[in-house]
Nanobody, 123 residues
Framework: QVQLVESGGGLVQAGGSLRLSCAAS????????MGWFRQAPGKEREFVAT????????YSADSVKGRFTISRDNAKNTLYLQMNNLKPEDTAVYYC????????????????WGQGTQVTVSS
């Protein structure tokens, strides 16, 4: 199966930047779509961005302003999320996810999940 491990979270002030990484391992990782989701306390896990195996991307309303950029390095089996101009509202646990097939924003259609990395943005 597939194991996903996030890293790069931390404590930052508003306006700062973070780059999250998600390292994937396991069998048959080729042709997977991947995504980033986040979950704040008391809220449901929400979609942030997704990227297809070929590099096509789609973003949530929170990230279409250009603050967040999703990318992947298939040779390294690694997913990234560059987050700029962070706001306190971005505070959440960020999860990476993967699935065989097309990129999707639907949470329940992903098969594999990391354990998450905490992002905290102070004002």
């Amino acid at each position: 199966q597939v194991q996903l491990v996030e890293s790069g979270g931390g404590l930052v002030q508003a306006g700062g930047s973070l780059r999250l990484s998600c390292a994937a391992s396991g069998r048959t990782l080729s042709r997977t779509a991947m995504g980033w989701f986040r979950q704040a306390p008391g809220k449901e896990r929400e979609f942030v961005a997704t990227i297809s195996w070929g590099g096509g991307t789609k973003y949530s309303a929170d990230s279409v302003k250009g603050r967040f950029t999703i990318s992947r390095d298939n040779a390294k089996n690694t997913l990234y999320l560059q987050m700029n101009n962070l706001k306190p509202e971005d505070t959440a646990v960020y999860y990476c996810a993967a699935r065989r097939g097309i990129a999707t924003m639907i949470r329940d259609e992903y098969d594999y999940w990391g354990q998450g990395t905490q992002v905290t943005v102070s004002s």
